[in-house]
């Protein structure tokens, strides 16, 4: 899987980041037992089954350390996965191999698990998309929304710079649904995409009046959504969030939403376990 988000170019800084922080190049454990010449063979194996999501980053996170690493991935990305199996193949100085092992396997734990827990709502929406939101951990977005494309999800806008969205605590303090979208408008144009979170058929026929792109449903069950739901005409999208959860959000599904969107893609997902073995070559 291809991704702007996993160019080295865009990710070695991070990467370096990461590696001096758990003193990858001063690994006095490594220095004092393993002998600088030794060559090793490693193998990544899952410990539970999901989906699969971050080897590029393994393979960047040696040629980092060592350009004498290979990495050969055995598992394309978003690939299911199972207990035991074998994902990767790794070769080259025992010293660095040990030393890039948490790292690497870190990052690999996080996005599998978000591939993971995203593959899991993705195969409950019946139809409409499942999407990400910015509940995402500070400077790892760009690799969280990888993992939720890795895992069949969509994402959502990249941050505040992206469409306008107007939110409950814009309406409190701007004046209102109409009062709002109106002062988008006359700020960004008429091509500007404008999405309004409702939470009542009042504020849905405002948002509608005031010419919205997309409709955000926060927070309503999925009785009230029916309903509000009705009132949409063609051509204008809605987006049902707030709180969906696995428990119910095949339910959700069965609405005629355009998107459901769940923080918990990436807020709440477990990390996906993961090993290395490693022996000299």
Same mark, same amino acid.
């Not at 500070?138 to 999800?153: D, I, Q």
């Not at 107007?166 to 109106?182: R, S, W, Y």
């Not at 069965?254 to 070559?281: K, N």
């Given at each position: 899987m291809k991704s702007p988000e996993l160019d080295p170019h865009n990710v070695r800084p991070f990467l370096r980041q990461a590696l001096k922080e758990d003193g990858a190049r001063r690994d006095r454990t490594t220095?004092?037992?393993? #002998?600088?010449?030794?060559?090793? *063979?490693?193998?990544?194996?899952?410990?539970?089954g999901g989906v699969l999501a971050g080897? #590029?980053?393994v393979a960047e996170i040696y040629r980092l350390l060592d350009k004498r690493c290979r990495v050969t991935a055995l598992k394309s990305e978003g690939a299911r996965i199972k207990p035991g199996m074998k994902v990767a193949v790794l070769r080259?100085?025992? *010293?660095?191999?040990?030393?890039?092992?948490?790292?690497?396997?870190?990052?690999?734990s996080r996005l599998s698990g978000i591939a993971?827990?995203?593959?899991? $709502?993705?195969?409950?929406?019946?139809?409409?998309r499942i999407y990400d939101t910015r509940k995402t951990t500070p400077l790892l977005r760009p690799l969280e929304r990888y993992a939720v494309r890795a895992g069949g999800g969509q994402n959502h806008r990249f941050n505040l710079a992206g469409h306008v969205l107007i939110k409950d605590n814009h309406l409190a303090l701007?004046?209102?649904?109409?009062?709002?979208?109106?002062?988008?408008?006359?700020k960004y144009? #008429?091509?500007? $995409?404008?999405?309004?979170?409702?939470?009542?058929?009042?504020?849905? *026929?405002?948002?509608?009046?005031?010419?919205?792109?997309?409709?955000?449903l926060d927070n309503r069950s999925p009785r009230i959504l029916k309903s509000m739901l009705k009132e949409v005409p063609k051509g204008v999208q809605t987006e049902i969030s707030?709180?969906?959860?696995?428990?119910?959000?095949?339910?959700?599904? *069965?609405? #005629?939403?355009?998107? $459901?969107?769940?923080?918990?893609?990436t807020h709440s997902a477990p990390a996906l376990d993961f090993s290395m073995d490693l022996r000299r070559s």
């Amino acid at each position: 899987m291809k991704s702007p988000e996993l160019d080295p170019h865009n990710v070695r800084p991070f990467l370096r980041q990461a590696l001096k922080e758990d003193g990858a190049r001063r690994d006095r454990t490594t220095a004092a037992v393993v #002998p600088a010449a030794l060559k090793a *063979r490693g193998e990544i194996l899952a410990k539970a089954g999901g989906v699969l999501a971050g080897l #590029p980053l393994v393979a960047e996170i040696y040629r980092l350390l060592d350009k004498r690493c290979r990495v050969t991935a055995l598992k394309s990305e978003g690939a299911r996965i199972k207990p035991g199996m074998k994902v990767a193949v790794l070769r080259g100085p025992a *010293r660095t191999l040990l030393s890039g092992e948490r790292v690497a396997l870190n990052l690999l734990s996080r996005l599998s698990g978000i591939a993971t827990e995203t593959r899991k $709502f993705a195969d409950q929406v019946a139809g409409p998309r499942i999407y990400d939101t910015r509940k995402t951990t500070p400077l790892l977005r760009p690799l969280e929304r990888y993992a939720v494309r890795a895992g069949g999800g969509q994402n959502h806008r990249f941050n505040l710079a992206g469409h306008v969205l107007i939110k409950d605590n814009h309406l409190a303090l701007a004046g209102g649904v109409a009062a709002c979208v109106a002062a988008a408008r006359k700020k960004y144009g #008429p091509r500007e $995409f404008i999405e309004v979170e409702v939470e009542s058929l009042r504020q849905l *026929r405002e948002a509608l009046a005031a010419g919205a792109d997309i409709l955000l449903l926060d927070n309503r069950s999925p009785r009230i959504l029916k309903s509000m739901l009705k009132e949409v005409p063609k051509g204008v999208q809605t987006e049902i969030s707030g709180g969906l959860t696995l428990a119910d959000i095949r339910g959700y599904s *069965r609405l #005629p939403g355009d998107r $459901f969107s769940s923080g918990s893609l990436t807020h709440s997902a477990p990390a996906l376990d993961f090993s290395m073995d490693l022996r000299r070559s």
